[in-house]
Structures are given as structure tokens and as C-alpha cells.
């Protein structure tokens, strides 16, 4: 069984910076690339990064490009999510899931590989950027 689950979220002023963690457990990391999405309220869920461990490639949405810095601890295949000179836009519930993208002007759209089976996204963690 796939499971997931993110942490690192907090409260932070607009310009600062947070590091999520998303810990892997049975997810086929060699064969599907593995990304972070978000959900503000009233809102749908966003492709944020994606990154790829056998091409070692990395991508970013147009918002999060410049600003955050996605990686991989290979020993224990949790993905990390480096958000530095936060928005108070970037204000969602942050989740780990599997992905694909397709660039689109200079950036990707980071969309969810329904190839693996999740079974839930979990509850995510809270990321909360002031003004």
C-alpha cells in the first residue's frame, strides 16, 4: 500500500521560508515521478513541483519557479519542498502525490499521475503565509 504523508507547514511573515517533508512508503519512486501539490480554500488543487529520481529532472509551476527548490533524500526516499520568499498566496494546504507535467512558457503545469494509487491524499500540511 502507497502512502504519504507531508509535514513541515507552519505560520510565517511574507518573505520567509519553510521546508516540507513528504516521507514515502511503498510509492514506486524509480518508475513515477513524485511532486507537491496545494489547495488554498475555496479554491482547486494546484500543481506547485515535481520531481523525477531515474531522470533526475526537476519542475516547477510559473509560481513556484525562482522561489522554491524541490529534492530527494535517496536513503530514505522523502522528498523535500525548499519555499523561500513565501506569499501570502502561497497560503494552502499542501500536499505529496504522484505527478507528470508539460511545459508551458517557461515553466510546467504539474498535473496528478493517476497511475498510482494514493488511496487518500491524507490531511496535507498547513502552510500559512501574513501579510
Known amino acids: 500500500e502507497v502512502q504519504l504523508q507531508a509535514s513541515g507547514g507552519g505560520l510565517v511573515q511574507t518573505g520567509g521560508s519553510l521546508r516540507l517533508s513528504c516521507t514515502t512508503s511503498?510509492?514506486?519512486?524509480?518508475?513515477?515521478?513524485l511532486g507537491w501539490f496545494r489547495q488554498a480554500p475555496g479554491k482547486e488543487r494546484e500543481g506547485v513541483s515535481c520531481i523525477s529520481k531515474s531522470e533526475g529532472n526537476r519542475y516547477y509551476s510559473e509560481s513556484a519557479k525562482g522561489r522554491f527548490t524541490i529534492s530527494i533524500d535517496d536513503p530514505k526516499n522523502t522528498v523535500y519542498l525548499r519555499m523561500n520568499s513565501l506569499k501570502p498566496e502561497d497560503t494552502a494546504v499542501y500536499y505529496c502525490?504522484?505527478?507528470?507535467?508539460?511545459?508551458?512558457?517557461?515553466?510546467?503545469?504539474?498535473?496528478?499521475?493517476?497511475?498510482?494509487?494514493?488511496?487518500?491524499w491524507g490531511q496535507g500540511t498547513l502552510v500559512t503565509v501574513s501579510s
Open positions: 511503498g510509492f514506486p519512486i524509480d518508475d513515477y515521478a
Open positions: 502525490g504522484a505527478c507528470y507535467v508539460y511545459e508551458s512558457g517557461g515553466s510546467y503545469v504539474v498535473l496528478v499521475d493517476t497511475r498510482v494509487d494514493f488511496g487518500s
